[in-house]
């Protein structure tokens, strides 16, 4: 399962790129927004430090209108895919794009049924909302798993994506669902690497090589003495 971060924070993209953990990046309008930038300023600097995918999300709302957005967010770069959401329009709109040869992501899913329509107009990542069914009751990480259980019983190349991961057992869940890639704010990657023992692990090696370096200088000096 690959890994993207979900935000528009340079800062957070160049960090988790030296990393080498780093995959691609997901957008928003919301996320560009709070990070005080032009769309397109945006993507283009992401582009220069990420070799992924990096998805631009349309704010338009009719067919017509998504397929000139979408159109002019794959010139900005070959990276680029264009999330539209899961309605007609926005179905309609991406099929027109992936005909075009412009990867399309799907996003704001919440069924199966909804992902199987993604699949049949060629998106290249269906992005099922976990925690935003989480937030409503319902099983956020079921409809993952059974998103990948009917791709894959129906052999379909759509990869799952999932989003609205809130913290680290989510990107664990999304692993043993199957989901090809997650998509996690910074701060989530950043908790991915802790874990208590680790961090007592590293204050105990430490502290045995200090002290084994001291011995090592004790006895050299005894045997420079005896000498």
Not at 72 to 100: F, I, M, Q, S
Request: with cysteine; hydrophobic share 45%.
């Amino acid at each position: 399962m690959k890994l993207f971060l979900d935000t528009a924070e340079i800062d957070e993209i160049r960090a988790a790129a030296g990393w080498g953990v780093l995959s691609g990046v997901t957008t928003n309008p919301t996320l560009i927004a709070r990070a005080g930038q032009e769309h397109e300023d945006a993507i283009r600097e992401i582009a220069k430090i990420v070799n992924g995918p990096i998805s631009a999300e349309t704010i338009t709302k009719t067919k017509d209108e998504m397929v000139a957005e979408g159109r002019r967010y794959a010139a900005w770069h070959p990276n680029v895919v264009v999330k539209v959401v899961c309605t007609p329009d926005g179905l309609g709109a991406g099929k027109v794009l992936a005909a075009e040869g412009i990867r399309i992501n799907v996003t704001l899913c919440f069924t199966v049924n909804q992902a199987l329509l993604a699949a049949e107009i060629g998106a290249y990542f269906i992005s099922p909302f976990v925690g935003r069914l989480d937030d409503i009751g319902q099983e956020g990480m079921q409809v993952v798993r059974e998103i990948v259980q009917a791709y894959r019983a129906q052999n379909i190349k759509t990869q799952v994506l999932a989003a609205s991961l809130r913290h680290p057992v989510h990107v664990t869940e999304a692993a043993l669902a199957g989901a090809d890639v997650a998509t996690i704010p910074f701060k989530v990657m950043e908790a991915m690497f802790k874990h208590p023992l680790t961090d007592l692990g590293i204050e105990r090696f430490l502290k045995d090589y200090e002290q084994a370096r001291a011995e090592r200088e004790r006895e050299a000096k005894a045997a420079a003495k005896v000498r």
